[in-house]
């Protein structure tokens, strides 16, 4: 079975600084993928950013980049430029690749952001 | 795209009713998962629809369950109201296939159910 724990419950950033919201994970598979979602208090959980574990390069999508440390099952989010939007409860969120049978996506405790003037 | 779209969003039923909860998936995407998700928690993995077969549940009694139709809407279903069962209820859908990559899951806005 597979398990994701994020460490830190709460962090907060300064408008525009740069913020690291750490993941953990625990598998035995080697091919997979690894999500970063962001849950807004619309409730709505939106995609930020996608790893697939074979892939060494690390993921990027505008401010936000993830550092996938296969060997060491990490997988933490940096927001770079932070912005009053960002405020929000983040996912670290894990899937296994192998087919359409392995659709369950098991996710971390969650980490609320927030983001102050 | 339409996104995925939860009915309804609030609901208060007693222990021991029935309840019935729709989502309406995005266009195209032929997998539907429903997560329960508590107070300040993360999603917990009720099950997934793939094809309108049901290929993956997560540690939830049979009273919980589900439907998928051919338009790829869905519904779960839940039997014998618990207290405990009072959470945020997400539907997501996704394009898989078979050797293809995941590129994720697309989230509904949830529909929150109090049980008293």
């Known amino acids: 079975a597979q398990t994701v724990t994020q460490s830190q419950p709460e962090m907060s950033v300064q408008e525009a600084e740069t913020v690291t919201l750490s993941c953990t994970y625990d598998?035995?598979?080697?091919?997979?993928?690894l999500f970063w979602y962001k849950q807004p208090p619309s409730r709505q959980m939106i995609l930020v950013i996608r790893q697939e574990a074979y892939k060494q390069q690390n993921a990027t999508e505008n401010r936000f980049s993830v550092n996938f440390q296969k060997a060491a099952k990490s997988f933490s989010l940096k927001i770079s430029d932070s912005q009053l939007g960002d405020t929000a409860m983040y996912f670290c969120a894990f899937i296994s690749a192998g087919g359409t049978s392995y659709g369950k996506l098991t996710f971390g405790q969650g980490t609320i952001l927030t983001v102050h003037p | 795209e339409t996104g995925v779209t939860q009915s309804p969003t609030h609901l208060i039923k007693t222990r021991g009713q029935q309840v019935t909860l729709r989502c309406s998936s995005q266009?195209?995407?032929?997998?539907v998962s429903w997560y329960q998700q508590a107070l300040g928690q993360g999603p917990q993995f009720i099950f997934q629809y793939y094809r309108e077969e049901e290929n993956g549940r997560g540690n939830f009694p049979p009273r919980f369950s589900g439907l998928q139709f051919p338009n790829y809407s869905s519904e779960l279903n839940v039997n014998a109201l618990e207290l405990d069962d009072s959470a945020l209820y997400l539907c997501?859908?996704?394009?898989?296939?078979?050797?293809?990559?995941?590129?994720?899951?697309?989230f509904g806005s949830g529909t929150r159910l109090t049980v008293v």
């Open positions: 598998t035995s598979e080697s091919n997979y993928y």
């Open positions: 266009s195209g995407h032929n997998t």
């Open positions: 997501a859908s996704s394009l898989l296939a078979e050797y293809s990559p995941n590129y994720g899951y697309t």
